[in-house]
């Protein structure tokens, strides 16, 4: 016979002492946040398909524009950190709504753009700082706080919410900027990223303490400790996130302070060298620039978005994976593994690219999505493992480093499209940089990866 006392505290792992719930409250959490994670993706579908249709209408080069999404990358990036800190301080479900709000707005007014610095403000500062609010940040933000177990698993699940919403919304983009237009697409993407405001004030929690449960698996009560860096490593094993005190009742104070204390581990600068890798293969280079240079070797855009929208598809396939993979091996493994598969992807690009989409294109295609961003779930897991209640605003600042790869990536490209007439240097060059991540990712120290949680201070 089970004792009173083990009794209530299995209880308390799962629901209020007395009630039983189907569903745990942060599934539901999560499938609202994977939501908004899918509306607040429409712009990233968006540079690759809408360039050239601009360029046909204003005569802009492909450097302006490219100035444009480098913009929108290095606010995407640098907001991250700072959105993390102030979900800690005001909230998920705020920060959330205000971010799809400024991407809604930012979307919507691009159809009056006429001159170039306009698209600089829409396309960069406005969606930059709505889209850095709902980085990958906030999918560890979420696994953190909600999950005690099955965290790589979520973040997995998340983080393929920006790849669904390229899916979604990608051929929808391509056909529009056809036919009515490019305006027609950017309207589409405000309507998105809008339609999900009202579920996230509805649903979205921000924490299991406004529900009256623990963060899933948790097995017993979660102790709050006073400062983020002293937090407790049985605590931070169990869900729970440093809550805003003295320290960090000012978000951009907390964000830098929390830098100030990972800069001086040598883990973070591996993690953030890698990821800037990342993001300028992914994001800086394939996002932004593979549909123009499809369509300099001859193929239609329409097939070249669906193309990217194919690597979506195989994107959230491989990043759940990827999630799954993390919670029973080595993180820093998976990390060199993926690099290197990516880096031998771009080095046989330009040999693939043509008028029309061979069986090797498709090979291509298939491998690269199940690549895409399955670096997020290992990354998010050797945040928490080193730094513990930390780790999500170290995150943040990983994945800023992951945007400013991605922006000096799609500037640098477009500078070589116009300087060359081709995109072959950029390709070559990226694949170079994906086997000197690959190295970093495998020389991470291995303590950082097995031991608890460690103060940084």
Known sequence: MTPPEKTAQVKTSGAPTGRRRRIHPAWIVAAVAFLALVGAAGFRAAPGVLMVPLQEEFGWSTTVLSLAVSINLVLFGLTAPFAAALMERFGIRKVTSLALCLIGLGSALTVFVNQSWQILLTWGLLIGLGTGSMALVFAATIANTWFAKSRGLVIGILTAGSAAGQLVFLPFIAALAQNPGWRGASLLIAAGALAVVPLVLRWLRNSPADVGVLPYGAQEPVVREPRAHEADTQAADAGATTPATKDSANAAVRALQVLKRASKVRTFWALAAGFAICGATTNGLIGTHFIPSAHDHGMPETTAAGLLAV??????????????????????????????????????????????????????????????????????????????????????????????????????????????????????GAAAMCTVAAVISATIRKDAVKKEPVAVS
Request: charge should be neutral; hydrophobic fraction near 55%; include cysteine.
């Open 311 to 428: 690597v979506g598809i195989f994107d959230i396939v491989g990043t759940i994976a990827s999630g799954w993979l993390t919670d029973r091996f080595n993180p820093k493994v998976l990390l060199a593994v993926y690099y290197q598969f990516r880096g031998i992807g771009l080095l046989v690009l330009p040999l693939l690219l043509g008028s029309t989409v061979e069986p090797s294109m498709i090979i291509f295609v298939v491998v690269y999505g199940l690549d895409w961003v399955a670096t997020v779930p290992p990354t998010a897991a050797i945040c928490r493992s080193v730094f513990g209640a930390d780790g999500s605003v170290v995150f943040g600042w990983v994945f800023a480093a992951h945007q400013l790869g991605a922006a000096v990536a799609a500037l640098l490209a477009g500078f070589i499209r116009d300087a060359t007439g081709h995109y072959n240097y950029a390709w070559l």
